[in-house]
């Protein structure tokens, strides 16, 4: 049995913010998550009008693959990936 160990498989990593900007999903590597068994925590902020986070509902983490699956079910269902966040004091 061959395994490719080359292939990294990429990692969500960024802001999404709900279609009618009430809440934002903070997704980041979990750093102290082991290479072979990568994980990723998800944080869910309430937010502005303007997709500014505000007060944080839930933080969960996952493992790298149901990270990827939520990040893409996400935005078939109308999410936007933030480019720039604005409150840096939250990230």
């Known amino acids: 049995m061959t395994e490719d160990f080359g292939r990294a498989v990429p990692t969500p990593s960024g802001w999404l913010m709900h279609p009618e900007q009430k809440l934002v999903l903070f997704f980041i590597r ?3 998550s082991l290479m072979r068994m990568p994980k990723v925590i998800t944080q869910l902020w ?3 009008s303007e997709g ?3 007060q944080i509902k839930n933080t969960r ?3 790298l693959e149901d990270a990827n699956e939520t990040w893409f079910e996400l ?3 109308g ?3 933030v480019e720039h966040q604005i409150n ?3 990230a």
């Open 30 to 32: 979990d750093p102290k």
């Open 46 to 48: 309430h937010s502005t």
């Open 52 to 54: 500014i986070p505000t």
């Open 61 to 63: 983490t996952m493992a």
């Open 75 to 77: 935005l078939s269902n």
């Open 79 to 81: 999410w936007q990936v």
């Open 88 to 90: 840096d004091d939250v």
